[in-house]
């Protein structure tokens, strides 16, 4: 079935640093790609659309300049933190978007920001 | 908008069967799907049922669609100890092109 490797899994970085989070269909091509953040005993909230090679469409209340995402190939979306702060610490969850395959999600980057 | 909700707690003893109750609102929803999420992992996807169905069963697993009252059902049949964790219901009006939306989640705790 459909794969979606996400890395890092974990990661702790300095406040003011930029982290980037990586998301590969490795067995398909997901033309879609859904970025979630999840807060401890909390539900998946929606940051932000990607279609390959266009610009990402962000949810109200998402800076698009400090969630940076790239989806330049229908393999591979990136989501970068930029000037990381102790508020960004959040568990990041990727999802691709296929008409075949429905919704595959990555297995979550545990962000923490000290 | 759309909204799923969801009870946010169920306790259940080992052997029992779980019901997990989700309401949405979209009339459009075409697909709707229950999803498992244990502790610092990512989300499993267990079960999906399209709207013009009424009822779907894969082996413990038993989702009913109430379309007309907009309400979904899984139904975990002899639940162990393995099935302790968060379940979310979700519903997108197509598969793959649109983000899903999530309910809060429903905390599945099984005594031994």
């Known amino acids: 079935g459909a794969v979606v490797s996400q890395h890092p899994s974990w990661v702790i970085c300095k406040s003011g640093t930029s982290v980037k989070i990586e998301c590969r269909s490795l067995?398909?091509?997901?033309?879609?790609m859904f970025w979630y953040r999840q807060f401890p005993k909390q539900s998946l909230m929606l940051m932000a659309t990607?279609?390959?090679?266009?610009?990402?469409?962000?949810e109200q209340g998402v800076e698009k300049d400090k969630f940076l995402i790239n989806h330049a190939s229908l393999t591979l979306s990136t989501l970068t933190v930029t000037s990381a702060h102790p508020e960004d610490s959040s568990f990041y969850i990727c999802?691709?978007?296929?008409?075949?395959?429905?919704?595959?999600f990555g297995s979550g980057t545990r962000l923490t920001v000290v | 908008g759309e909204d799923v909700e969801q009870s946010l707690f169920l306790s259940v003893r080992e052997g029992d069967s779980s019901v997990i109750n989700c309401t949405y609102t979209d009339s459009s929803s075409t697909y709707l799907y229950w999803y498992k999420q244990e502790p610092g992992a990512g989300l499993q996807l267990l079960t999906y049922?399209?709207?013009?169905?009424d009822m779907k069963q894969d082996q413990r697993l038993t989702v009913l669609l109430n379309k007309k009252d907009k309400h979904l059902s899984l139904r975990i049949a002899d639940t162990q100890t393995g099935d302790s964790a968060i379940y979310f219901c979700a519903e997108a009006p197509n598969s793959g092109n649109t983000p899903l939306v999530f309910g809060k989640g429903t905390r599945l705790s099984v005594i031994a």
């Open positions: 067995d398909f091509q997901a033309t879609t």
């Open positions: 990607s279609n390959e090679g266009s610009k990402a469409t962000y």
């Open positions: 999802s691709a978007g296929d008409t075949v395959y429905g919704y595959t």
């Open positions: 049922i399209f709207s013009n169905m």
